[in-house]
């Protein structure tokens, strides 16, 4: 997808990833801009009378009974982005940034925030030109809109503060804007208001979210199922029969899709009969069970961001009669419980994956394999601190899933008394991905090892065009070898590779 058309038609997940994530460009419908023009009138007449309107003529926040002179009205929002441009910590990666600017762009082609076109087109600029703005880490409560971030993309706007080029340097706001054609703009009424009131960051960080959580499910599933073939367990717990008693939506997806993975395994094959054992360990035989709730949980949060996708968030709100009114449609509540749920979510779903890499690992419990899997055990220790390392993710990311969202700290002179922490539930559930493709890139690693031990016996065809793949970035058995790099590579492989098309 080259370019994503902000015009009558409601947006996708799809369209927030491709401009985020890989660059597409923005184009802006010309009815847009009109209708946009249109509602601006709106705001233009509240601007010059004598009444009270917060946001136009007032104070904001606990200032909001402060009344703002017309003289000082344009002040009054440059003023707002300078001090809400508070953020401090690292930088925010550049496809969470590009993410909250489109959305914010989206919320603002409602013609609902009484803006100017002119304020539209220049973030179109911004992010067709690949400029974007530094943000840095915290600063936002997730309630009165992720403020400090996108405060810092406001500031870009009006030429000031830091951005990332095209090039990914660090300069100048002014220069760069000067070095790509586009001229700063003099905030009017409103318009800082509408630039810093929205769920934008948050809600951005969720959609991205889900598109990598859909992946490791996907890749959690086949590299399970590998596992399973590793051990010498059986895929008759994977049947369609068996789950329909339980019907659970994802569980069912799991299940089916471990069982095509096995489905014509010769390793399952060559013990098909006279096996003793009666079932396998949980984190084999209920793997479709977990998975499956992620996926559910995955569902869940995908309907809400959904929601949250085509809604328009600003206070206050320009309605359908002309008039403005106040609401609370800001607060990330809604956002923030399901960026929770998804970090618990998973961290289990690394959790169970870690269990059977212990599994594959310890030759008491492996059904013939070696110690650690390794060449010579004794002299080599084979992959036995590559599980260490997965532990102590699984490790921080339970520590990373206690909840965001329970966490309120009252803002403002206590007008602001209840917040979200939505935007702190996104950074963390950021690093729980980061940390999950980790996680499966050592069991993809253990479990094709285990694999090719179980030679002469071959694995599934599914399975054996994978591991043709995986064998050119990651070497199987062999003497003990610097192994950092090759779980950087297999962390890379499950990043990047295609899972849900793997199996048919």
Not at 26 to 45: F, K, M, P, T
Not at 457 to 483: C, E, I, M, T, W
Request: glycine letters at 8%; hydrophobic letters at 45%.
């Amino acid at each position: 997808m080259s370019e994503v058309l902000l015009g009558d038609s409601q947006l996708t997940f799809e369209d927030v990833v491709q401009v985020a994530r890989y660059d597409a460009s923005v184009s802006i419908s010309d009815s847009v801009l009109e209708r946009v023009r249109q509602s601006r009138s709106v705001i233009d007449d509240m601007a010059s009378s004598d009444v009270a309107v917060y946001g136009v003529s007032t104070g904001f926040g606990a200032l909001e009974s402060q009344s703002i002179g017309k003289e000082l009205r344009g002040q009054l929002q440059k003023s707002l982005i300078r001090s809400h441009a508070a953020g401090v910590g690292a930088y925010v990666e550049t496809e969470v940034v590009r993410a909250m600017m489109f959305l914010r762009l989206k919320t603002m082609a409602s013609a609902r925030t009484g803006v100017r076109a002119e304020i539209l087109t220049t973030y179109q600029a911004l992010l067709n030109e690949h400029i974007t703005p530094a943000v840095k880490e915290y600063g936002s409560l997730g309630c009165s809109g992720d403020l400090a971030p996108l405060a810092q993309c406001a500031l870009t706007v009006m030429g000031e503060g830091e951005v990332w080029n095209k090039d990914g340097e660090l300069v100048p706001s002014a220069v760069a804007l000067a070095e790509a054609g586009i001229t700063p703009l003099e905030l009017v009424e409103k318009e800082g208001l509408a630039l810093i009131n929205g769920t934008d960051g948050m809600l951005g960080m969720l959609i991205l979210a889900i598109a990598d959580i859909e992946k490791l499910c996907d890749a959690a599933d086949v590299i399970a199922a590998m596992s399973v073939d590793g051990l010498m367990g059986t895929s008759a717990v994977f049947r369609d029969v068996v789950h329909e008693l339980r019907p659970h939506a994802g569980q069912k997806i799991s299940a089916k899709r471990m069982f095509t993975v096995l489905k014509d395994s010769g390793i399952l094959a060559s013990h098909s009969v006279d096996d003793t054992r009666v079932q396998d360990s949980y984190s084999l035989r209920c793997a479709p069970q977990v998975h499956g709730a992620v996926r559910d949980t995955l569902a869940h949060a995908a309907s809400v961001a959904g929601v949250e996708l085509n809604s328009i968030i600003d206070n206050p709100v320009i309605l359908d009669d002309g008039t403005l009114a106040s609401n609370g449609n800001f607060h990330g509540a809604p956002v923030a419980y399901v960026l929770d749920f998804l970090a618990i979510a998973l961290t289990d779903l690394g959790s169970i994956a870690e269990r059977r890499t212990d599994r594959l690992l310890d030759h008491h419990r492996s059904f013939g394999l070696p110690p650690f899997l390794a060449d010579d055990a004794g002299v080599d220790s084979g992959l036995m601190i590559a599980q260490y390392t997965q532990a102590g993710l699984v490790s921080e990311n339970k520590r990373l899933s206690v909840p965001a969202s329970v966490d309120s700290i009252p803002t403002s002179a206590m007008q602001e008394d209840h917040v979200s922490m939505g935007w702190h539930a996104a950074r963390k559930l950021r690093k729980v991905i980061d940390n999950s493709y980790y996680i499966f890139g050592v069991e993809l690693t253990a479990a094709s090892r285990a694999i090719d031990l179980r030679a002469p016996h071959k694995p599934s065809n599914v399975v054996q065009k994978l591991l043709a793949r995986f064998r050119q970035v990651v070497p199987g058995v062999g003497p003990d070898r610097y192994l950092g790099p090759e779980l950087e590579a297999a962390e890379h492989f499950v990043r990047t590779t295609d899972w849900r098309n793997i199996v048919s």
